[in-house]
């Protein structure tokens, strides 16, 4: 199932870089969508000298850090439909939101799509 995230995320952020492209104005900033590599399969010794870095278990696969309306950037965990989230993933994405950034957990790229078009359109 890990594939399925992998192929969903590349989907989403093959569509930001349309989107972005296409319609700037409506996406100020969507260029500056990026991923965490937390997914990436790392050996023993690059896991530790990962977490040495600061790479931190249950960081979401994907953040934009634009700012709209009340929030502070967009924290996007991707997830096939079967995947669930992880208690490190839930803690992070509670915190996060806590601290004033929207969360999401996305079930396939056109749901994430949604979220994003959506984060861009709310109005509080």
Not at 10 to 33: G, M, R
Not at 70 to 85: D, F
Request: net charge positive.
């Amino acid at each position: 199932m890990k594939h399925l995230e992998a192929i969903y995320q590349q989907q989403v952020v093959e569509w930001s870089k349309w989107a972005y492209k296409c319609n700037p104005i409506a996406y100020p900033n969507l260029d500056l969508l990026h991923c965490s590599l937390n997914g990436v399969k790392l050996t023993k010794t690059q896991s530790g000298i990962a977490k040495g870095q600061g790479m931190l278990s249950g960081v979401p696969d994907l953040f934009l850090p634009v700012p709209r309306q009340n929030y502070h950037g967009l924290y996007i965990e991707m997830k096939s439909q079967k995947g669930r989230v992880t208690e490190n993933q839930e803690w992070f994405l509670s915190k996060t939101e806590g601290l004033g950034y929207k969360t999401a957990v996305c079930y396939s790229a056109n749901e994430a799509i949604k979220t994003i078009q959506d984060y861009y359109n709310e109005s509080h």
